[in-house]
């Protein structure tokens, strides 16, 4: 077992993340600001547990997403993430608390550089975490093992571009370079919005997969209120900024309490009856 193995199967079980009255306000061009985009957002995520975020486009899903991942600081508030609190970080220390944090995107082939091939693509995390850095036949074995993970056949793929695959294909190579350094969290930022149904299916059946194999948690971003049924074990309601209800998944859907949660529940009945 290499060190970098031993220091992830020595990481613990207690709360990955906990997030506390988290707001965010984007000004407007014109130097005037808008709403709040997020009005003191709070929630836990445990260790292999995932949870859906549910809510219509514009309700500040993906900031979440993207503030977790450090890609965007929020106004106030605090994130707490393996213990650390994240936003009085700097720098490299902030980057070292942030390396099993994840995030895979909605669009695949935006997120995929198209002048690196799929090994370059999905070893690059290895290669900004300096994993296996003098021994680069190590790292390709890495790569195999991960494109394998996700049903990629290595020797298919290892020497193609973006452009060559589907979108299914490039949402699977998203997939293997999250999981390639062994992640404790991943926030899936509408993995599935791109897909065609049945193709949505069985990406999440594949991330449900790695989830038991590995122990990883998820952040499931969605509008789709029925992918969660299925695949999450609690449920964020979020409407304008807010959380406004939370609880099991099926505890949300079949007895939903918040009139926002009502709507989106029939509002997704009236759809399964076309």
């Not at 690196?116 to 690059?124: A, F, G, K, R, W």
């Not at 890495?142 to 494109?147: G, H, I, K, Q, Y």
């Amino acid at each position: 077992m290499s060190e970098f193995d031993r220091q992830q199967s020595e990481l613990g079980d207690t709360d990955l993340l906990q997030v506390r009255n988290v707001d965010k306000t984007y000004p407007s061009g014109a130097g005037s600001v808008k709403g709040k985009v997020l009005n003191g957002i709070s929630f836990d995520i445990r260790s292999n547990e995932t949870v859906g975020l549910v809510g219509v486009s514009g309700a500040g899903k993906s900031t979440v997403g993207r503030i977790l991942a450090g890609l965007e600081q929020p106004d106030g508030g605090s994130i707490r993430f393996e213990g650390h609190d994240v936003l009085a970080l700097k720098g490299r220390q902030k980057k070292l608390a942030l390396m099993p944090l994840q995030m895979i995107f909605q669009d695949p082939y935006e997120s995929l550089s198209p002048r690196m091939t799929i090994e370059q693509l999905v070893s690059e995390p290895l290669v900004i975490q300096k994993v296996d850095g003098k021994d680069k036949q190590a790292r390709r074995e890495r790569v195999r093992e991960a494109l394998a993970e996700v049903s990629l056949s290595p020797d298919k793929y290892m020497s193609r571009y973006p452009h060559e695959l589907s979108g299914g294909e490039r949402q699977r190579v998203g997939l293997a370079r999250a999981f390639i350094c062994r992640p404790r969290l991943i926030v899936a930022d509408e993995p599935t919005s791109m897909l065609d149904p049945s193709l949505r299916l069985e990406l999440l059946e594949l991330m449900n997969g790695l989830r038991r194999r590995h122990g990883t948690s998820y952040l499931f971003i969605t509008h789709d209120i029925a992918l969660t049924r299925h695949f999450c074990d609690r449920m964020l309601v979020l409407d304008q900024g807010s959380i406004v209800e939370s609880g099991s998944t099926e505890q949300v859907i079949d007895r939903p309490e918040h009139p926002f949660t009502q709507r989106l529940i029939q509002a997704l009945l009236e759809l399964n009856r076309f």
